[in-house]
Nanobody, 126 residues
Framework: QVQVVESGGGLVQAGGSLRLSCAASGRSFSSYALGWFRQAPGKEREFVAAINRSGTSTYYTDSVKGRFTISRDNAKNTVYLQMNSLKPEDTAVYYC???????????????????WGQGTQVTVSS
């Protein structure tokens, strides 16, 4: 059984930084494509960032480019989302997602991910 567990959320002032972590277990971690998504109150879940199985390719939604960085440590079975220059509009529940990837591609849509964490709250105050 695959388990995905996020950590690292919290309350931060605008302009501050947070680093989210996500541990995925159950299969070989290096076989997973991984992504971060977020959902603000009253809004649909949206894509934030993704990384391919080998860690060689990443992709970001436009609103976080230059501010957020996704990375993975396959030895620690962990994916990270470093969030800098946070804005109040970044406030949301952040979800980590994983799926076994055959083609080593970056995956950016919610429907392709099979395993999801419970989410971690990020609140950015103005």
């Amino acid at each position: 059984q695959v388990q995905v567990v996020e950590s690292g959320g919290g309350l931060v002032q605008a302009g501050g930084s947070l680093r989210l972590s996500c541990a995925a277990s159950g299969r070989s971690f290096s076989s997973y494509a991984l992504g971060w998504f977020r959902q603000a109150p009253g809004k649909e879940r949206e894509f934030v960032a993704a990384i391919n199985r080998s860690g060689t390719s990443t992709y970001y939604t436009d609103s976080v480019k230059g501010r957020f960085t996704i990375s993975r440590d396959n030895a620690k079975n962990t994916v990270y989302l470093q969030m800098n220059s946070l804005k109040p509009e970044d406030t949301a529940v952040y979800y980590c997602a994983a799926t076994v990837s055959i083609h080593n591609r970056v995956l950016v849509t919610t429907g392709v991910y099979d395993y999801w964490g419970q989410g971690t709250q990020v609140t950015v105050s103005s």
